[in-house]
Protein backbone atom coordinates (compact mmCIF):
# COMPACT_ATOMS: atom_id res chain seq x y z
CA UNK A 1 0.00 0.00 0.00
CA UNK A 2 1.26 3.56 -0.77
CA UNK A 3 1.28 5.68 2.23
CA UNK A 4 2.71 9.27 2.31
CA UNK A 5 5.83 9.03 5.02
CA UNK A 6 6.52 12.25 7.67
CA UNK A 7 9.28 13.89 7.15
CA UNK A 8 10.88 12.38 9.93
CA UNK A 9 10.73 8.90 8.09
CA UNK A 10 12.62 10.41 5.52
CA UNK A 11 14.90 12.61 7.16
CA UNK A 12 17.65 11.19 5.39
CA UNK A 13 16.29 12.74 2.06
CA UNK A 14 14.90 15.82 3.28
CA UNK A 15 16.82 19.13 3.03
CA UNK A 16 15.79 20.21 6.85
CA UNK A 17 15.08 23.79 7.60
CA UNK A 18 17.54 23.82 10.00
CA UNK A 19 20.38 22.99 7.27
CA UNK A 20 18.95 25.18 5.00
CA UNK A 21 19.04 27.95 7.56
CA UNK A 22 22.60 27.15 8.76
CA UNK A 23 21.26 26.41 12.51
CA UNK A 24 21.78 22.55 12.11
CA UNK A 25 24.18 21.46 14.65
CA UNK A 26 27.89 20.56 13.40
CA UNK A 27 30.59 18.75 15.64
CA UNK A 28 32.26 21.23 17.42
CA UNK A 29 35.82 20.98 19.17
CA UNK A 30 36.16 18.81 21.80
CA UNK A 31 37.75 21.60 24.33
CA UNK A 32 39.01 18.45 26.82
CA UNK A 33 40.88 17.26 24.22
CA UNK A 34 42.57 20.30 22.86
CA UNK A 35 40.56 20.38 20.04
CA UNK A 36 42.02 17.06 18.97
CA UNK A 37 38.93 15.45 18.21
CA UNK A 38 37.73 17.88 15.50
CA UNK A 39 40.95 17.99 13.69
CA UNK A 40 39.98 13.89 13.16
CA UNK A 41 36.77 15.03 11.93
CA UNK A 42 38.59 17.42 9.47
CA UNK A 43 40.49 14.41 8.31
CA UNK A 44 37.42 12.14 8.57
CA UNK A 45 35.83 14.60 6.52
CA UNK A 46 38.73 15.12 3.66
CA UNK A 47 38.49 11.63 2.96
CA UNK A 48 34.66 11.12 2.83
CA UNK A 49 35.28 13.98 0.16
CA UNK A 50 38.17 12.49 -1.26
CA UNK A 51 36.37 8.77 -1.76
CA UNK A 52 33.67 10.18 -3.09
CA UNK A 53 34.87 12.45 -5.45
CA UNK A 54 37.26 8.98 -6.45
CA UNK A 55 34.41 7.07 -7.45
CA UNK A 56 32.49 8.97 -9.12
CA UNK A 57 35.43 9.97 -11.52
CA UNK A 58 35.40 5.99 -12.02
CA UNK A 59 32.11 6.08 -12.68
CA UNK A 60 31.73 8.33 -15.17
CA UNK A 61 33.64 5.93 -16.86
CA UNK A 62 31.34 3.39 -16.24
CA UNK A 63 29.20 2.41 -19.80
CA UNK A 64 25.89 3.57 -19.84
CA UNK A 65 26.56 6.31 -17.08
CA UNK A 66 25.53 9.82 -17.76
CA UNK A 67 26.97 13.14 -16.48
CA UNK A 68 24.43 16.55 -15.93
CA UNK A 69 26.17 19.68 -15.67
CA UNK A 70 25.56 19.99 -12.02
CA UNK A 71 27.29 16.83 -11.59
CA UNK A 72 24.45 14.57 -11.02
CA UNK A 73 25.25 11.13 -12.51
CA UNK A 74 22.69 8.75 -13.57
CA UNK A 75 22.44 5.29 -15.41
CA UNK A 76 18.91 4.21 -16.73
CA UNK A 77 18.04 1.02 -15.52
CA UNK A 78 14.61 0.48 -17.16
CA UNK A 79 13.04 2.89 -19.51
CA UNK A 80 9.56 4.11 -18.32
CA UNK A 81 6.72 5.09 -20.23
CA UNK A 82 4.98 7.51 -18.65
CA UNK A 83 5.07 10.79 -17.11
CA UNK A 84 7.98 12.82 -16.66
CA UNK A 85 7.62 14.76 -13.13
CA UNK A 86 8.16 18.47 -12.77
CA UNK A 87 10.26 20.16 -9.83
CA UNK A 88 7.79 20.79 -7.38
CA UNK A 89 5.77 17.56 -8.53
CA UNK A 90 4.56 15.33 -6.08
CA UNK A 91 6.27 11.38 -6.79
CA UNK A 92 6.00 7.77 -5.56
CA UNK A 93 8.74 5.53 -5.81
CA UNK A 94 10.56 2.68 -4.33
CA UNK A 95 14.39 3.95 -3.17
CA UNK A 96 17.28 2.31 -1.91
CA UNK A 97 20.27 4.52 -0.87
CA UNK A 98 23.90 3.26 -0.50
CA UNK A 99 27.09 4.86 0.44
CA UNK A 100 30.05 4.32 -2.04
CA UNK A 101 30.92 1.39 -0.05
CA UNK A 102 27.93 -0.20 -0.71
CA UNK A 103 26.45 0.25 3.07
CA UNK A 104 22.87 0.76 2.65
CA UNK A 105 21.61 3.49 4.66
CA UNK A 106 18.23 3.80 3.51
CA UNK A 107 15.14 2.23 1.79
CA UNK A 108 11.73 2.23 0.97
CA UNK A 109 11.28 -1.05 2.23
CA UNK A 110 12.59 -0.42 5.35
CA UNK A 111 9.56 1.90 5.94
CA UNK A 112 7.19 -0.47 4.54
CA UNK A 113 6.80 0.46 0.93
CA UNK A 114 6.92 3.25 -1.64
CA UNK A 115 7.02 6.56 -0.33
CA UNK A 116 5.86 9.53 -1.37
CA UNK A 117 7.10 12.86 -1.75
CA UNK A 118 7.43 16.45 -3.03
CA UNK A 119 10.46 16.89 -5.69
CA UNK A 120 10.99 20.67 -4.00
CA UNK A 121 11.21 18.92 -0.25
CA UNK A 122 14.37 16.78 -0.94
CA UNK A 123 18.00 16.88 -1.52
CA UNK A 124 18.89 18.38 -5.26
CA UNK A 125 20.42 15.69 -6.74
CA UNK A 126 17.10 13.97 -6.33
CA UNK A 127 14.95 16.24 -7.87
CA UNK A 128 17.06 16.46 -10.55
CA UNK A 129 17.33 13.10 -11.15
CA UNK A 130 13.90 11.68 -10.86
CA UNK A 131 12.88 14.99 -13.12
CA UNK A 132 14.87 12.94 -15.68
CA UNK A 133 12.84 9.83 -15.14
CA UNK A 134 9.49 8.58 -16.40
CA UNK A 135 6.86 6.66 -14.22
CA UNK A 136 7.65 3.13 -14.21
CA UNK A 137 11.21 3.77 -15.05
CA UNK A 138 14.16 2.46 -12.92
CA UNK A 139 17.48 4.60 -12.74
CA UNK A 140 20.36 4.72 -10.50
CA UNK A 141 21.50 8.31 -9.53
CA UNK A 142 24.72 9.10 -8.50
CA UNK A 143 24.69 12.05 -6.22
CA UNK A 144 28.29 13.84 -5.29
CA UNK A 145 27.94 15.81 -1.78
CA UNK A 146 27.13 19.04 -3.07
CA UNK A 147 23.83 17.62 -4.11
CA UNK A 148 23.50 15.47 -1.41
CA UNK A 149 24.04 16.78 2.20
CA UNK A 150 26.72 18.97 1.33
CA UNK A 151 28.51 19.46 5.07
CA UNK A 152 25.90 18.92 6.54
CA UNK A 153 23.95 15.81 9.14
CA UNK A 154 24.91 11.98 9.46
CA UNK A 155 25.56 11.84 5.65
CA UNK A 156 27.70 14.92 5.21
CA UNK A 157 30.70 14.85 2.65
CA UNK A 158 29.46 12.05 1.36
CA UNK A 159 28.92 10.92 -2.43
CA UNK A 160 25.52 8.60 -2.18
CA UNK A 161 24.16 6.27 -4.84
CA UNK A 162 20.26 5.64 -5.09
CA UNK A 163 17.99 3.13 -6.81
CA UNK A 164 14.96 4.32 -7.59
CA UNK A 165 11.69 3.42 -9.31
CA UNK A 166 9.04 5.39 -9.99
CA UNK A 167 6.11 4.32 -9.72
CA UNK A 168 3.98 7.61 -10.01
CA UNK A 169 3.38 11.58 -10.68
CA UNK A 170 1.03 13.16 -8.57
CA UNK A 171 -0.98 12.34 -5.34
CA UNK A 172 -1.30 8.90 -4.65
CA UNK A 173 -5.17 7.46 -4.81
CA UNK A 174 -6.78 7.29 -1.54
CA UNK A 175 -6.55 3.39 -0.21
CA UNK A 176 -4.40 2.64 -3.30
CA UNK A 177 -2.39 -0.63 -3.25
CA UNK A 178 0.68 0.21 -5.54
Known amino acids: MTRLFPAVALATLFASTAVLAGDAPVAADNEASGGQSRKGGIENELGLLAAGRQFLEENAKKEGVVTTPSGLQYQVIEEGSGES ?75 LIFDVELISVGEPEAGSTE
Open 85 to 159: PGPADTVTVNYRGTLVDGTEFDSSAKHGGPATFKLDAVIKGWSEGLQLMKEGGKSKLFIPQQLAYGQRGPLAHRA
